[in-house]
């Protein structure tokens, strides 16, 4: 379905630079012209940097701000949080709700042109992976979401419409959402007639303008291993791109006035923590790479003599865990008769590691009686396994007739939340149900990790062993998780659960407008990235459908002028109960509340028999 177009921002005041550095004759402003970089190191845990493994994030993180309560957004999966990222926005308003979406109902209600295309109405017959560059660009052309992939800008597409210089380079699922309308660039505008001309645009496979990308992709290096870690020298080539030419465009922009933004997102640690398991020499290795890489890029802004005009910012887009255990809920529906089958889309779930994402045929459940009788049982099914977490549902079951003393984030069906409750109820994208599994966040990996350890998965055949596939452990790392993943084991890593390992995430910034050495003691996530280059680049605030504003904070008591208290930090508890057979589900999100903000910290999930004692 085609998304409302978004009103344009009013264009800000141009801004001057006044600096010692840079030359006197461009003037002053109020606020001067800076360049922005936002490095994201995929996967990255908090307590995974140290002085030891990653000196130079350390000494980054210990010179200027560490945002010590960053939280990712749920579902905490590298999609969800790079649409946050880049807007400032929940998933709720950006329609994107995991790494994989089954897209088809959203576009076949409004019999979206993209249906016509053979090619294209296969892939929608099941779900996405969203992490492919170019089918993104495909499902945002005009026959598809027509420059409207999200629900609103970002703000790398502000700064190209404010006339400034953008380079979005690295991974491209995630870097593609950034920048999003790039491929439809011609004549200086987007799809949409935004400005977008000084820019630069660079990932696995997408290279835009074209008059550079021949050079650029026939120097990209293999996606393979190096010393254990894989895709470290396509991170390590991105990093040179950013640092042998993006730096320098920057700088020209900053030298006349112009805002400069840069994002750099390595695959790095993520896709080797997925492969080798959490505290293996190669995720260790990872670490490595990716804080070196960070060295390259801080002596790059010095050797352009741009220290004094450069914020930085490094963050990761989600925790991460080990492997439990591996649930196919798919074919466990269908052997449980909820489902007529592994390969019928009456029930299709959307597999997200440590969530799913359930919807149900319209066609074989039409009235609302029985669609909400399927949910139940599919709710009540899952809620009975050890394996299962807290569970959203479309609706909300206030008002519904009959029901009484229900909660506004009670979920429509019995023992769920709504997913209004967690930011994730989109008006067009949103699934029946998410199901998150459980993260044993105190519970570590040393029986877990390593080939020589026993693995299991549970599917429609029931539990069996299967050969672990993880590499063998250097260190034990806290936190386990059960995931529906396919073609991962017990022992590897994964994320996108509701545990704290996966929701706390790593964020630090350094620069001439972020205070130093300090730690800040307020609740911040994702969410606030984008809202905060905003203010620090001096545009416009980013304003979607309706003339909704995106839901982040600046995060100003981190700055250097106009710091101020955001607020008082309450913790919320919000709990919902199930019934089934002589046992009570009990589910718990655990939320820190900042004025009206709310971070989701995690959840809990507790199994009693009836009549026991609280």
């Known amino acids: 379905m085609r998304l409302r177009t978004a009103l344009l921002s009013a264009l800000s005041a141009i801004l001057v630079l006044a600096s010692a550095t840079l030359p006197a004759a ?41 945002f010590a309560h960053s939280h990712a957004l749920y579902p905490t999966v590298t999609m969800v949080n790079a649409a946050a990222l880049a807007t400032g926005a929940r998933p709720g308003q950006t329609g994107i709700l995991g790494d994989s979406m089954y897209l088809a109902p959203a576009l076949a209600r409004a019999d979206a042109p993209i249906l016509s295309a053979p090619r294209l109405r296969a892939l929608l017959s099941r779900p996405l992976r969203l992490e ?21 800008d970002t703000v790398a597409q502000e700064v190209a419409r404010e006339g400034g210089y953008l380079a979005v380079v690295g991974k491209q699922g995630p870097a593609f959402l950034w920048d999003n309308r790039v491929a439809s660039v011609k004549n200086g505008r987007d799809s949409l007639m935004a400005p977008h001309t000084d820019y630069l645009f660079a990932t696995d496979s997408i290279i835009e303008p074209q008059a550079i990308a021949h050079e650029i992709k026939a120097a990209m290096p293999p996606a393979g291993r190096r010393d254990g870690v894989l895709y470290a020298a396509r991170d390590d080539y991105f990093t040179k791109i950013v640092d042998e030419r993006a730096i320098a465009a920057a700088r020209s922009a900053v030298l ?94 959307a597999r997200n590691g440590g969530s799913d994402l359930v919807y149900l045929s319209r066609d074989d459940f039409p009235t609302q009686a029985e669609r909400r009788a399927e949910l139940q049982k599919i709710v009540n099914f899952a809620e009975a396994q050890e394996w299962c977490g807290v569970i959203f549902s479309h609706l909300s079951a206030l008002g519904e007739p009959g029901v009484h003393g229900v909660k506004p984030y009670q979920g429509w069906i019995d023992g769920t939340f709504s997913e209004a409750s967690a930011g994730i109820l989109s008006p067009n994208r949103a699934p029946d149900l998410v199901i998150s599994f459980r993260e044993l966040p105190d519970v570590d990996n040393r029986q877990l990790t390593g080939p020589l350890r026993l693995a299991f998965s549970i599917g429609a055949k029931g539990q069996h062993t299967v050969k672990n596939r993880s590499e063998p452990l250097v260190h034990p790392v806290e936190g386990v998780i059960y995931a529906d993943a396919r073609g991962f084991t017990t022992g590897m890593g994964m994320h996108g659960a509701l545990g704290p390992r996966e929701v706390h995430n790593f964020c630090a910034a350094l620069g001439p407008d972020f ?40 995060l100003v008591e981190a700055m250097e002028t106009g710091r101020r208290a955001p607020g008082v930090a309450r913790t919320v508890v919000m709990t919902t109960r199930l019934t089934l057979q002589g046992v009570e589900a009990i589910s718990t999100l655990r939320f820190t509340r900042l004025g009206a903000r709310y971070y989701l910290d995690g959840s809990d999930q507790e199994r009693k028999p009836l009549g026991s004692s609280p």
């Open 26 to 66: 461009i003037g002053a402003k109020n606020q001067p012209a800076r360049l922005v970089i936002v490095m994201v190191w995929d996967g990255l845990r908090p307590d995974f940097v140290t002085r030891a493994e990653t000196p130079n994030l350390y000494a980054m993180e210990h010179e200027g701000v560490d």
């Open 132 to 152: 492919d560059a170019p089918m993104l660009a495909r499902l945002n052309a005009p026959k598809g979401f027509a420059g409207r992939l999200l629900g609103l």
């Open 256 to 349: 006349a006035g112009r805002p400069a933004m840069i994002v750099l997102w390595l695959h790095n640690p993520d896709i080797t923590q997925h492969i080798a398991g959490l505290g293996t020499a190669a995720a260790l290795a990872a670490l490595k790479n990716c804080d070196n890489n960070l060295g390259r890029l801080r002596a790059a802004v010095h050797a352009a003599g741009m220290d004094s005009h450069t914020d930085l910012i490094v963050v990761s887009d989600h925790g991460f865990a080990t492997i439990r255990l591996t649930i196919d809920l798919n074919g466990m529906l269908a052997a449980a008769g909820i489902k007529k089958s592994v390969s019928s889309d009456d029930v299709v779930i």
């Open 515 to 554: 205070r130093p050495h300090f730690v800040d003691p307020y609740p911040s996530g994702n969410i606030d990235i984008a809202p905060t280059v905003t203010k620090l680049l001096g545009l416009m605030p980013n304003i979607g459908p309706g003339g909704l504003y995106a839901a982040g904070r600046p």
